[in-house]
Protein backbone atom coordinates (compact mmCIF):
# COMPACT_ATOMS: atom_id res chain seq x y z
CA UNK A 1 0.00 0.00 0.00
CA UNK A 2 1.32 3.79 -1.14
CA UNK A 3 0.13 6.55 0.62
CA UNK A 4 1.76 9.91 -0.97
CA UNK A 5 1.27 13.61 0.30
CA UNK A 6 0.63 16.37 -2.65
CA UNK A 7 1.27 19.80 -0.80
CA UNK A 8 -1.42 22.34 -2.40
CA UNK A 9 -0.43 25.47 -0.18
CA UNK A 10 0.76 26.28 3.28
CA UNK A 11 -3.29 24.97 4.56
CA UNK A 12 -4.36 22.21 2.07
CA UNK A 13 -2.90 19.22 0.97
CA UNK A 14 -4.06 16.11 -1.13
CA UNK A 15 -3.20 12.12 0.37
CA UNK A 16 -3.31 9.53 -2.67
CA UNK A 17 -3.75 5.70 -0.59
CA UNK A 18 -3.23 3.40 -3.06
CA UNK A 19 -4.41 -0.01 -2.22
CA UNK A 20 -3.49 -3.02 -4.66
CA UNK A 21 -4.73 -6.69 -4.54
CA UNK A 22 -1.86 -7.38 -2.32
CA UNK A 23 -2.95 -5.77 0.22
CA UNK A 24 -6.39 -6.86 0.47
CA UNK A 25 -6.55 -9.77 -1.46
CA UNK A 26 -5.50 -12.70 1.09
CA UNK A 27 -7.85 -11.13 3.15
CA UNK A 28 -11.20 -11.09 0.32
CA UNK A 29 -9.83 -14.80 0.07
CA UNK A 30 -10.78 -15.65 3.26
CA UNK A 31 -14.02 -14.51 3.30
CA UNK A 32 -15.17 -15.81 0.25
CA UNK A 33 -13.31 -19.47 1.06
CA UNK A 34 -15.61 -19.09 4.25
CA UNK A 35 -18.68 -18.15 2.41
CA UNK A 36 -18.27 -21.12 0.02
CA UNK A 37 -17.97 -23.41 2.79
CA UNK A 38 -21.29 -22.18 4.84
CA UNK A 39 -23.20 -21.74 1.47
CA UNK A 40 -26.58 -23.47 1.46
CA UNK A 41 -27.92 -22.74 -2.84
CA UNK A 42 -30.80 -24.73 -4.38
CA UNK A 43 -29.05 -26.77 -6.91
CA UNK A 44 -25.74 -27.50 -5.47
CA UNK A 45 -24.45 -29.46 -2.28
CA UNK A 46 -23.44 -27.65 0.45
CA UNK A 47 -19.87 -25.92 0.56
CA UNK A 48 -19.78 -26.61 -3.55
CA UNK A 49 -21.60 -23.64 -5.04
CA UNK A 50 -19.25 -22.45 -7.83
CA UNK A 51 -16.61 -19.90 -6.64
CA UNK A 52 -17.30 -17.36 -9.62
CA UNK A 53 -21.03 -17.43 -8.91
CA UNK A 54 -20.39 -16.46 -5.61
CA UNK A 55 -18.03 -13.80 -6.33
CA UNK A 56 -20.78 -12.52 -8.76
CA UNK A 57 -22.98 -12.00 -5.67
CA UNK A 58 -21.10 -11.37 -3.19
CA UNK A 59 -17.65 -10.24 -4.10
CA UNK A 60 -18.19 -6.42 -4.72
CA UNK A 61 -19.46 -5.96 -1.09
CA UNK A 62 -17.04 -8.18 0.43
CA UNK A 63 -13.74 -6.08 -1.50
CA UNK A 64 -16.12 -3.17 -0.09
CA UNK A 65 -16.14 -4.30 3.51
CA UNK A 66 -12.30 -5.15 3.74
CA UNK A 67 -10.90 -2.14 1.96
CA UNK A 68 -13.07 0.18 4.33
CA UNK A 69 -11.44 -1.55 7.11
CA UNK A 70 -7.80 -1.00 5.83
CA UNK A 71 -8.02 2.12 4.44
CA UNK A 72 -8.79 4.56 7.82
CA UNK A 73 -6.21 2.35 9.59
CA UNK A 74 -3.63 3.13 6.95
CA UNK A 75 -5.07 6.65 6.76
CA UNK A 76 -4.58 7.19 10.69
CA UNK A 77 -1.26 5.59 10.68
CA UNK A 78 0.34 8.16 8.12
CA UNK A 79 -1.46 11.14 9.75
CA UNK A 80 -0.03 9.91 12.52
CA UNK A 81 3.85 9.65 11.03
CA UNK A 82 2.82 12.85 9.41
CA UNK A 83 2.62 14.55 12.35
CA UNK A 84 -0.46 15.97 10.64
CA UNK A 85 -2.38 18.54 12.62
CA UNK A 86 -5.95 18.49 10.58
CA UNK A 87 -8.81 20.49 10.77
CA UNK A 88 -11.79 18.50 10.62
CA UNK A 89 -12.05 15.48 8.93
CA UNK A 90 -10.31 13.90 5.54
CA UNK A 91 -12.86 14.56 2.55
CA UNK A 92 -12.45 11.69 0.14
CA UNK A 93 -12.27 13.17 -3.55
CA UNK A 94 -14.18 10.52 -5.29
CA UNK A 95 -17.48 8.88 -3.91
CA UNK A 96 -17.84 5.21 -3.56
CA UNK A 97 -20.31 4.03 -6.41
CA UNK A 98 -17.86 5.92 -8.74
CA UNK A 99 -15.65 3.48 -8.23
CA UNK A 100 -14.77 0.08 -10.09
CA UNK A 101 -15.28 -2.43 -7.63
CA UNK A 102 -13.84 -5.57 -9.04
CA UNK A 103 -11.50 -8.30 -7.15
CA UNK A 104 -8.30 -8.33 -8.76
CA UNK A 105 -8.36 -4.37 -9.26
CA UNK A 106 -5.74 -2.13 -8.20
CA UNK A 107 -7.57 1.19 -6.46
CA UNK A 108 -6.58 4.74 -5.92
CA UNK A 109 -8.27 7.01 -2.95
CA UNK A 110 -7.61 10.88 -2.62
CA UNK A 111 -8.38 12.84 0.51
CA UNK A 112 -8.71 16.34 0.69
CA UNK A 113 -7.49 17.18 4.21
CA UNK A 114 -6.93 21.12 6.18
CA UNK A 115 -4.01 21.97 7.91
CA UNK A 116 -4.09 24.13 11.37
CA UNK A 117 -1.94 27.07 10.71
CA UNK A 118 1.65 26.87 12.78
CA UNK A 119 1.36 29.69 15.22
CA UNK A 120 3.41 31.20 17.73
CA UNK A 121 1.68 33.00 20.81
CA UNK A 122 4.75 34.10 22.95
CA UNK A 123 2.91 35.46 26.10
CA UNK A 124 5.08 37.97 27.54
CA UNK A 125 4.59 41.52 29.26
CA UNK A 126 4.31 43.39 25.99
CA UNK A 127 1.11 42.45 25.54
CA UNK A 128 -1.30 45.00 27.94
CA UNK A 129 -5.10 43.65 28.95
CA UNK A 130 -7.48 45.05 31.13
CA UNK A 131 -9.10 43.88 34.18
CA UNK A 132 -12.21 44.95 35.72
CA UNK A 133 -12.68 44.93 38.95
CA UNK A 134 -16.82 45.43 40.25
CA UNK A 135 -16.59 48.00 43.66
CA UNK A 136 -18.98 46.27 46.20
CA UNK A 137 -21.16 49.28 47.40
CA UNK A 138 -23.46 48.90 50.18
CA UNK A 139 -26.34 48.88 48.77
CA UNK A 140 -25.54 45.95 46.93
CA UNK A 141 -25.00 44.06 49.96
CA UNK A 142 -28.02 45.63 51.42
CA UNK A 143 -30.16 44.08 48.53
CA UNK A 144 -29.12 40.96 49.23
CA UNK A 145 -29.94 40.55 52.79
CA UNK A 146 -32.97 41.87 52.07
CA UNK A 147 -33.45 38.96 49.20
CA UNK A 148 -32.58 36.45 51.79
CA UNK A 149 -35.17 37.84 54.62
CA UNK A 150 -37.66 37.47 50.99
CA UNK A 151 -36.90 34.47 50.23
CA UNK A 152 -37.04 32.62 53.59
CA UNK A 153 -40.01 34.49 54.81
CA UNK A 154 -43.32 33.08 55.54
CA UNK A 155 -47.19 34.08 55.04
CA UNK A 156 -49.41 34.64 58.27
CA UNK A 157 -52.48 35.72 58.91
CA UNK A 158 -53.98 38.97 58.50
CA UNK A 159 -57.57 40.89 58.74
CA UNK A 160 -57.67 42.35 54.99
CA UNK A 161 -56.04 42.91 51.63
CA UNK A 162 -54.11 45.83 51.75
CA UNK A 163 -50.25 45.47 49.89
CA UNK A 164 -52.17 43.08 47.02
CA UNK A 165 -49.39 41.01 48.05
CA UNK A 166 -51.59 38.71 50.27
CA UNK A 167 -52.39 34.91 49.75
CA UNK A 168 -56.29 34.35 49.85
CA UNK A 169 -58.38 31.15 50.45
CA UNK A 170 -61.44 30.35 50.09
CA UNK A 171 -64.49 29.32 47.39
CA UNK A 172 -64.97 29.91 43.85
CA UNK A 173 -68.15 29.31 41.84
CA UNK A 174 -69.21 30.35 38.30
CA UNK A 175 -72.29 32.43 38.49
CA UNK A 176 -74.99 32.52 35.64
CA UNK A 177 -76.48 35.81 34.25
CA UNK A 178 -78.95 35.78 37.00
CA UNK A 179 -75.79 36.22 39.81
CA UNK A 180 -76.45 32.91 40.82
CA UNK A 181 -74.19 29.91 40.80
CA UNK A 182 -74.54 28.61 37.55
CA UNK A 183 -75.90 24.93 37.44
CA UNK A 184 -73.27 23.21 36.44
CA UNK A 185 -70.39 25.83 36.11
CA UNK A 186 -66.78 25.98 37.52
CA UNK A 187 -66.51 25.64 41.12
CA UNK A 188 -64.02 24.89 43.90
CA UNK A 189 -63.85 24.60 47.22
CA UNK A 190 -60.75 26.09 50.08
CA UNK A 191 -58.89 27.32 46.37
CA UNK A 192 -56.08 29.33 46.92
CA UNK A 193 -55.61 32.65 45.04
CA UNK A 194 -52.58 35.17 45.04
CA UNK A 195 -52.86 38.76 44.31
CA UNK A 196 -49.75 39.32 42.73
CA UNK A 197 -50.74 38.01 39.42
CA UNK A 198 -53.48 40.86 39.86
CA UNK A 199 -51.85 43.23 37.76
CA UNK A 200 -54.34 45.56 36.17
CA UNK A 201 -55.04 48.20 38.92
CA UNK A 202 -58.18 48.55 37.49
CA UNK A 203 -58.79 44.65 38.14
CA UNK A 204 -57.76 44.88 41.80
CA UNK A 205 -60.28 47.05 42.96
CA UNK A 206 -62.81 44.41 43.63
CA UNK A 207 -60.19 42.90 46.34
CA UNK A 208 -59.43 46.26 47.69
CA UNK A 209 -59.98 46.27 51.71
CA UNK A 210 -61.46 42.89 51.56
CA UNK A 211 -62.08 40.62 54.49
CA UNK A 212 -62.63 37.03 55.46
CA UNK A 213 -66.29 36.71 54.77
CA UNK A 214 -66.51 39.00 51.91
CA UNK A 215 -68.01 37.70 48.98
CA UNK A 216 -65.84 39.52 45.60
CA UNK A 217 -67.21 39.00 42.29
CA UNK A 218 -65.27 39.73 39.44
CA UNK A 219 -64.20 38.57 36.05
CA UNK A 220 -61.79 35.61 36.58
CA UNK A 221 -60.64 35.24 32.46
CA UNK A 222 -59.72 39.35 32.69
CA UNK A 223 -57.91 39.69 36.33
CA UNK A 224 -56.18 36.44 36.31
CA UNK A 225 -53.87 36.72 32.21
CA UNK A 226 -51.97 33.09 32.88
CA UNK A 227 -54.28 30.88 31.64
CA UNK A 228 -52.30 28.13 34.25
CA UNK A 229 -52.94 29.69 37.32
CA UNK A 230 -56.90 30.33 36.22
CA UNK A 231 -56.54 26.19 35.81
CA UNK A 232 -54.54 26.05 39.08
CA UNK A 233 -57.45 28.61 41.17
CA UNK A 234 -60.48 26.15 39.62
CA UNK A 235 -58.15 22.95 41.12
CA UNK A 236 -58.17 21.78 37.31
CA UNK A 237 -55.68 19.49 35.82
CA UNK A 238 -55.61 21.22 32.26
CA UNK A 239 -56.84 24.18 29.92
CA UNK A 240 -59.08 22.26 28.71
CA UNK A 241 -61.14 21.25 31.43
CA UNK A 242 -61.87 24.88 32.01
CA UNK A 243 -62.87 26.00 28.30
CA UNK A 244 -63.31 29.00 27.35
CA UNK A 245 -64.52 31.44 30.14
CA UNK A 246 -65.79 34.40 28.07
CA UNK A 247 -66.60 37.18 29.76
CA UNK A 248 -68.21 34.60 32.91
CA UNK A 249 -68.17 35.97 36.27
CA UNK A 250 -66.60 34.64 39.23
CA UNK A 251 -68.03 34.48 43.20
CA UNK A 252 -65.07 34.55 45.58
CA UNK A 253 -66.26 33.53 49.28
CA UNK A 254 -63.05 34.85 51.20
CA UNK A 255 -62.25 32.39 54.53
CA UNK A 256 -58.67 33.56 55.00
CA UNK A 257 -55.97 36.04 54.33
CA UNK A 258 -52.48 35.75 54.62
CA UNK A 259 -50.03 37.98 54.00
CA UNK A 260 -46.25 38.00 53.09
CA UNK A 261 -44.03 38.47 55.93
CA UNK A 262 -39.96 39.14 55.50
CA UNK A 263 -38.12 37.01 57.56
CA UNK A 264 -36.27 38.99 60.51
CA UNK A 265 -32.68 39.17 60.19
CA UNK A 266 -31.46 36.97 63.13
CA UNK A 267 -30.31 34.25 63.62
CA UNK A 268 -32.62 32.20 62.86
CA UNK A 269 -32.24 33.56 58.85
CA UNK A 270 -28.38 33.28 59.68
CA UNK A 271 -28.43 29.32 59.96
CA UNK A 272 -31.09 28.96 57.32
CA UNK A 273 -28.27 30.67 54.69
CA UNK A 274 -25.08 29.69 55.56
CA UNK A 275 -26.06 26.57 57.79
CA UNK A 276 -26.46 26.09 61.14
CA UNK A 277 -23.72 27.52 63.60
CA UNK A 278 -21.62 29.19 60.56
CA UNK A 279 -22.85 32.54 61.57
CA UNK A 280 -22.58 34.20 65.36
CA UNK A 281 -23.57 37.88 64.44
CA UNK A 282 -25.16 40.14 62.14
CA UNK A 283 -21.11 41.29 61.34
CA UNK A 284 -20.10 37.95 60.34
CA UNK A 285 -23.19 37.38 58.46
CA UNK A 286 -22.69 40.45 56.29
CA UNK A 287 -19.03 39.56 56.24
CA UNK A 288 -19.96 36.21 54.55
CA UNK A 289 -22.53 37.82 51.77
CA UNK A 290 -19.94 40.40 50.95
CA UNK A 291 -17.19 37.56 50.40
CA UNK A 292 -20.06 35.65 48.18
CA UNK A 293 -20.63 38.68 46.32
CA UNK A 294 -16.98 39.28 45.66
CA UNK A 295 -16.42 35.74 44.67
CA UNK A 296 -19.46 36.10 42.08
CA UNK A 297 -18.10 39.48 40.94
CA UNK A 298 -14.48 38.15 40.19
CA UNK A 299 -16.07 35.40 38.46
CA UNK A 300 -17.86 37.80 36.36
CA UNK A 301 -14.65 40.06 35.62
CA UNK A 302 -12.84 36.96 35.07
CA UNK A 303 -15.21 35.59 32.18
CA UNK A 304 -15.01 39.54 30.86
CA UNK A 305 -11.37 39.08 30.83
CA UNK A 306 -11.42 35.70 29.22
CA UNK A 307 -13.43 37.39 26.39
CA UNK A 308 -11.31 40.28 26.42
CA UNK A 309 -8.05 37.76 26.25
CA UNK A 310 -9.20 36.15 23.61
CA UNK A 311 -10.41 38.81 20.94
CA UNK A 312 -6.95 40.70 22.19
CA UNK A 313 -5.12 37.68 20.61
CA UNK A 314 -7.74 36.88 17.75
CA UNK A 315 -7.04 40.09 16.36
CA UNK A 316 -3.60 40.37 16.74
CA UNK A 317 -2.76 36.76 15.55
CA UNK A 318 -5.69 35.53 13.35
CA UNK A 319 -4.55 32.68 11.76
CA UNK A 320 -5.47 32.07 8.42
CA UNK A 321 -7.83 28.95 7.79
CA UNK A 322 -8.28 26.69 4.85
CA UNK A 323 -12.08 28.32 4.45
CA UNK A 324 -13.00 26.82 1.28
CA UNK A 325 -12.10 23.05 2.68
CA UNK A 326 -13.64 23.68 6.28
CA UNK A 327 -16.58 24.96 3.98
CA UNK A 328 -17.26 22.25 2.26
CA UNK A 329 -16.28 19.62 4.99
CA UNK A 330 -18.93 21.42 7.49
CA UNK A 331 -21.68 20.39 4.13
CA UNK A 332 -20.62 16.99 3.72
CA UNK A 333 -20.66 16.44 7.52
CA UNK A 334 -24.02 18.59 8.41
CA UNK A 335 -26.44 16.78 5.00
CA UNK A 336 -29.26 18.86 6.62
CA UNK A 337 -26.91 22.22 6.48
CA UNK A 338 -28.49 24.53 3.78
CA UNK A 339 -26.56 27.41 2.00
CA UNK A 340 -28.26 29.77 3.47
CA UNK A 341 -27.88 28.68 7.35
CA UNK A 342 -24.32 27.64 6.12
CA UNK A 343 -23.95 31.62 5.18
CA UNK A 344 -25.04 32.94 8.04
CA UNK A 345 -23.19 30.39 10.73
CA UNK A 346 -19.68 30.13 8.97
CA UNK A 347 -17.96 33.75 10.47
CA UNK A 348 -18.71 32.48 13.80
CA UNK A 349 -17.51 28.94 13.39
CA UNK A 350 -14.35 30.47 12.15
CA UNK A 351 -14.04 32.63 15.01
CA UNK A 352 -15.06 29.66 17.35
CA UNK A 353 -12.21 27.33 15.32
CA UNK A 354 -9.16 30.63 15.43
CA UNK A 355 -9.88 30.83 18.99
CA UNK A 356 -9.20 27.54 19.92
CA UNK A 357 -6.34 27.45 17.80
CA UNK A 358 -4.76 30.11 19.88
CA UNK A 359 -5.96 28.07 23.37
CA UNK A 360 -4.13 25.23 21.74
CA UNK A 361 -0.88 26.85 20.84
CA UNK A 362 -1.06 28.86 24.22
CA UNK A 363 -1.29 25.09 26.13
CA UNK A 364 1.65 23.26 23.76
CA UNK A 365 4.14 26.33 24.22
CA UNK A 366 3.63 26.00 27.79
CA UNK A 367 3.15 22.39 28.21
CA UNK A 368 -0.54 22.53 29.79
CA UNK A 369 -2.20 19.25 30.15
CA UNK A 370 -5.69 18.40 32.34
CA UNK A 371 -5.48 15.97 34.72
CA UNK A 372 -8.46 13.75 36.29
CA UNK A 373 -8.71 15.51 39.58
CA UNK A 374 -9.50 18.88 37.73
CA UNK A 375 -11.79 17.52 35.88
CA UNK A 376 -14.17 16.09 38.74
CA UNK A 377 -13.30 19.61 40.65
CA UNK A 378 -14.60 21.37 37.88
CA UNK A 379 -17.90 19.33 37.69
CA UNK A 380 -17.98 19.55 41.55
CA UNK A 381 -17.90 23.75 40.94
CA UNK A 382 -20.78 23.52 37.94
CA UNK A 383 -23.03 21.54 40.48
CA UNK A 384 -22.51 23.77 43.72
CA UNK A 385 -23.25 26.90 41.74
CA UNK A 386 -26.68 25.20 40.19
CA UNK A 387 -28.00 23.95 43.66
CA UNK A 388 -26.83 27.59 44.63
CA UNK A 389 -29.34 28.97 41.83
CA UNK A 390 -31.99 26.58 43.63
CA UNK A 391 -31.25 28.09 47.01
CA UNK A 392 -29.61 24.80 47.91
CA UNK A 393 -26.17 25.65 49.98
CA UNK A 394 -26.36 23.16 52.73
CA UNK A 395 -25.21 20.04 51.13
CA UNK A 396 -22.22 17.90 51.96
CA UNK A 397 -19.11 16.96 50.10
CA UNK A 398 -19.90 13.46 49.95
CA UNK A 399 -23.20 14.70 47.64
CA UNK A 400 -21.49 17.29 45.97
CA UNK A 401 -18.82 14.53 44.49
CA UNK A 402 -21.98 12.16 43.78
CA UNK A 403 -23.86 14.79 41.93
CA UNK A 404 -20.58 15.61 40.22
CA UNK A 405 -19.62 12.04 39.40
CA UNK A 406 -23.19 11.12 37.82
CA UNK A 407 -22.30 14.11 35.24
CA UNK A 408 -18.89 12.53 34.15
CA UNK A 409 -20.67 9.26 33.56
CA UNK A 410 -21.29 11.08 30.18
CA UNK A 411 -18.54 10.97 27.55
CA UNK A 412 -19.33 14.50 26.30
CA UNK A 413 -19.24 16.70 29.61
CA UNK A 414 -16.18 14.84 30.19
CA UNK A 415 -14.44 16.24 27.04
CA UNK A 416 -16.67 19.54 27.55
CA UNK A 417 -15.11 19.74 31.07
CA UNK A 418 -11.90 18.81 29.92
CA UNK A 419 -11.92 21.35 27.33
CA UNK A 420 -13.06 24.09 29.55
CA UNK A 421 -10.54 23.23 32.41
CA UNK A 422 -7.90 23.71 29.61
CA UNK A 423 -9.19 26.74 28.46
CA UNK A 424 -9.15 28.63 32.10
CA UNK A 425 -5.57 27.11 32.29
CA UNK A 426 -4.89 29.16 29.29
CA UNK A 427 -6.42 32.30 30.34
CA UNK A 428 -5.34 32.10 34.19
CA UNK A 429 -1.86 31.48 32.24
CA UNK A 430 -2.15 34.60 30.26
CA UNK A 431 -3.30 36.89 33.36
CA UNK A 432 -0.36 35.63 35.30
CA UNK A 433 2.12 36.61 32.09
CA UNK A 434 0.98 39.85 30.46
CA UNK A 435 0.57 43.28 31.50
CA UNK A 436 -2.82 43.26 33.40
CA UNK A 437 -4.69 46.76 33.99
CA UNK A 438 -6.92 46.49 37.38
CA UNK A 439 -9.75 48.83 36.68
CA UNK A 440 -12.30 49.48 39.35
CA UNK A 441 -15.77 49.53 38.45
CA UNK A 442 -19.17 49.92 39.63
CA UNK A 443 -21.97 47.46 38.98
CA UNK A 444 -23.63 49.35 37.09
CA UNK A 445 -21.20 50.27 34.16
CA UNK A 446 -19.92 47.01 34.25
CA UNK A 447 -23.21 45.39 33.51
CA UNK A 448 -23.68 47.78 30.65
CA UNK A 449 -19.64 47.47 29.12
CA UNK A 450 -20.87 43.81 29.48
CA UNK A 451 -24.52 44.29 27.83
CA UNK A 452 -22.93 45.93 24.73
CA UNK A 453 -21.20 42.51 24.18
Request: hydrophobic share 40%.
Amino acid sequence: MNINKEQIDDLNIIVSVQVGKDDYGEKVGEVMRDLRRKANMPGFRPGKVPEGLLRKMYGKGVLIEEINKLLPEALQKFITEQELKLLGEPLPMVKADEMDWEIGNDFTFEFEMGLTPPIEVNLSKDDQLTKYQIVIEQDIVNTNIENYAKRFGQFVETDAVVAFNEKLTGDIVQLGDDGQPLQDGLLAEDTTMSLTIVKNEERKKPFENAKAGDEIVFNLSETVSNEWEIVSILKKNTKEEVGDLGNALFRYTVKSIQKYVEAEVNQELFDKVFGEGKVANFEEFEDLIKKNIEFGFNENCMSKFSGDALEYFLEKINPPLPEAFLRKWLQASNKELDEETLEKEFPGFLKAMKIEIITNAISTENSLKVEEQEIIDFAKGVTQRQLAMYGVNNFSEQDLTTYAMNRLKDEKNVRDMASQVLQNKVIHLIHETVDVVIQEISLDEFNKLTNKT
